[in-house]
Structures are given as C-alpha cells and as structure tokens.
C-alpha cells in the first residue's frame, strides 16, 4: 500500500508545526533575543536563495514562476525580519532599566 505523497508532506508540515509550537514556548525568556536573532540570520540567507531563484530566468520573461515564487520569498522573508527586529527591539527595552522622574 502506498502513501500519497501529498499526505505525506501535508502530515510532516503539521507535525512540523506543533513541535514548533511547543519547542518556541518551551524556551526561557531570557533566550528569545539570541533565539529571534538566530531567525534573523536565517530569513537573510532565504532572501539571498530567493534573490537567485528570482533571477534564474532563461525564458526572457519576467512572469515565470522562479520570478514570481522569489519574489514572494523576498516579501515574505522581509516582513519577517523587520518584524524579528522589531519585536527583539522590545524584548531589549525590556531589560533597560527604566529612568525615575525626578520633580
């Protein structure tokens, strides 16, 4: 018997899903700056690889799907990380101690 290879891939990004859930809010606090900086080097690399991928156009066309599928890994990349700065931008000010008032 054998397994279709869609609900092969359809049940590892499901499983995929829940360990990440689980191994995120597992981590202590004080890690989810290194952690969101580690996913922010990460992003950039799958820019680069969607930079290329963008690029890699042997038709002349400029609507392919290598062009139209990089761009969208650019797009989707980017708003990760702004989006991991921004959010590891808060965790610092976190830590900052905060300024008394003086009147």
Same mark, same amino acid.
């Given at each position: 018997m054998e397994i279709d290879p869609f609900i092969f891939r359809l049940s590892i990004f499901i499983l995929s899903i829940f360990v990440g859930y689980y191994v995120v809010w597992s +981590?202590?606090?004080s890690l989810h700056t290194p952690l969101m900086s580690v996913t922010n080097a990460i992003?950039? +690399?799958i820019i680069v690889g969607a930079?290329?991928?963008g690029l890699a156009n042997d038709t002349g066309s +400029?609507?392919?799907n290598s062009s139209i599928f990089g761009f969208l890994a650019i797009t989707l990349a980017a708003v990760n990380i702004f989006g991991g700065f921004l959010v590891t931008q808060?965790?610092?000010a976190m830590y $900052?101690? $905060?300024k008394k008032d003086k009147k």
């Open positions: +981590v202590t606090p992003s950039s +690399v930079i290329i991928a +400029v609507f392919n808060r965790m610092l $900052k101690k $905060k």
